[in-house]
């Protein structure tokens, strides 16, 4: 089966950095994907991570470990604008992608 | 101009009533999805396509049926709507052919309440 686990909800203040882990269980893997999704709105693409490691890109890093099947996103100097879930989904070779239920962040003043 | 459209964006109806939401695509891309999504699910796969003789269902495909009409549209349809098939639906598309990765491009959204 395929199982992805990520928390429900973080809140984290303006200006800070905020770490949302994303771990998973699955039949196959080729890589991982981080999307964000604002409220009534698509899911639109962050990231995609193959090889172990770090993936910066500006503000948001991806990071993955595929021995502990662990992905972790950091987004830095965070924003008001950063309030929206953000979803983990991995890619199992099974012809679509595997979500998982999403992070609500809530970025206070 | 968007890539993927979704037409309605939201759609208000009755138990038993047939419902078609439909999609578009000027990307190119062959492959196409239809998701739901429900408050602390996540996105769950009703259908997907990987071309216009290509249909195979996803996890959530009972209540669902679908239509690849060209290889720009795909329509999902609910024969007999129900309550609880109220939700946000998503059209997705991806072309692992030519971009190293299974990323999808996610229309709107539209939103349906049964009634």
């Known amino acids: 089966g395929q199982n992805i686990d990520q928390p429900t909800e973080m809140t984290a203040t303006e200006g800070a950095i905020v770490q949302i882990n994303c771990t998973y269980q699955?039949?196959?893997?080729?890589?991982l994907f981080w999307y964000q999704q604002h409220a009534g709105e698509a899911p639109t693409f962050l990231s995609y991570?193959?090889?172990?490691g770090l993936e910066e890109k500006g503000r948001f890093s991806s990071f993955l470990s595929r021995s502990k099947g662990y992905s972790y996103l950091l987004l830095k100097e965070l924003q008001m604008k950063d309030s929206a879930s953000y979803l983990c989904?991995?890619?199992?070779?099974?012809?679509?992608?595997?979500f998982g239920s999403g992070t609500r962040l809530q970025v206070q003043p | 101009d968007a890539d993927v459209t979704q037409t309605p964006r939201n759609r208000i109806t009755k138990t038993g009533k047939r419902i078609m939401l439909e999609c578009s695509q000027t990307?190119?891309?062959?492959?196409m999805y239809w998701y739901r999504q429900d408050p602390g699910l996540g996105l769950r796969l009703i259908y997907y396509?990987?071309?216009?003789?290509?249909?195979n269902k996803g996890e959530i495909s009972d209540g669902y049926s679908v239509s690849r009409q060209a290889q720009a549209k795909f329509s999902l349809s609910l024969e007999s709507a129900i309550p609880n098939q109220t939700a946000l639906y998503f059209c997705?598309?991806?072309?692992?052919?030519?971009?190293?990765?299974?990323?999808?491009?996610f229309g709107p959204g539209t939103r349906l309440t049964v009634l």
């Open positions: 997705a598309t991806s072309d692992f052919v030519d971009s190293k990765s299974n990323e999808q491009f």
């Open positions: 699955t039949s196959g893997f080729n890589g």
């Open positions: 991570n193959v090889l172990d």
């Open positions: 989904a991995c890619d199992t070779g099974r012809r679509a992608l595997t």
């Open positions: 990307k190119g891309h062959d492959r």
């Open positions: 396509s990987f071309d216009v003789k290509d249909i």
